[in-house]
C-alpha cells in the first residue's frame, strides 16, 4: 500500500509564518483542517491522533499554528476570534493554491475557541467549506447570527462531565440552521483525556467527514 506523504509547510502572513504539517494519504477525498484551541498549536497530541485517523480513511489533513511565536505569547491573542478567523482563512486560501489540492473538497476541525473560528470561517466561505466538527469547542463565540449563516454540515462532539461547555454547545446548536447533531461522549471532560473517550472523538469525527467530504467530491 501506498504510503502517505508528510511535509512540513510555512503559511505567509503579513508578521511572518505559520508553521504546520500537511498530510495526504493517496487518492485523498477530502482534507481538513484542524483549528486547535487556546495555548495548543500544531503538535497538538490530540489533535494529531484524530488526524491519524482521518488519514486511515483517505482525508488528508492540514495541521499548522494560527499564530507566529511573538503573537502566541501574548495570551489575549489566544482568544481572539477575529484574528483566529483571518489566519484559519489565510490558511484555506494556501491550501486552495497549492496545484495537487485546488480541488479537493474542504472540512474543518476545530476545538474550543478554534471551533468558533472554524463556523466564523465556514459562514464567510460557504461556498467552499463542506464539513465541520467541533471537538469540546466553544461554537457560543461565534456568536448567534454567525451560527445561523453556517451551512456545511456540523457536528458538535462535547464531553458528558463538560457541563458548562455542555450547555454552551446546547444552545448553539439551536442557532445553527443547517445540517446539525451534538454528540456527548458519556464520561469524558473537557480534555477527553479519559481512557477510549478520544477514540470515540476520533471515530466520530473521521465518519462525519467521510460521509460529507466524499459526498463533495462525487458532485
Known sequence: MEASSHKSVRIPVEVGRLDGTLTVPPGATGLVLFVHGSGSNHRSP???????TLHERGIATLLFDLLTPVE?????????????????ELATDWVRQQ???????????????????ALR?????????RAIVSRGGR???????????????????????????????????GH???????????GA????????????VSTQAADWFSDHLADSASQ
Open 189 to 200: 471532560k473537557h480534555l477527553f483525556e479519559e481512557p477510549g473517550t478520544l477514540e470515540q
Open 72 to 88: 502566541d505569547s501574548r495570551i489575549s491573542n489566544r482568544f481572539n476570534v477575529d484574528l483566529l478567523t483571518e489566519r484559519l
Open 121 to 129: 470561517a465556514a459562514a464567510n466561505r460557504s461556498e467552499q467549506i
Open 176 to 186: 445553527l440552521t443547517c445540517e446539525k447533531q451534538m454528540r456527548v461522549i458519556t
Open 139 to 173: 461554537p457560543d463565540l461565534a456568536g448567534p447570527v454567525v451560527l445561523g449563516q453556517v451551512k456545511a454540515p456540523t457536528l458538535l462532539l462535547v464531553g458528558g462531565r463538560d457541563t458548562s461547555v455542555l450547555a454552551l454547545n446546547r444552545e448553539a446548536t
Open 46 to 52: 490530540r489533535n494529531n491522533m484524530i488526524a491519524a
Open 99 to 117: 496545484p495537487e489540492l485546488s480541488d479537493v473538497a474542504l472540512g474543518y476541525l476545530g476545538a474550543s475557541t478554534g471551533a468558533a473560528a
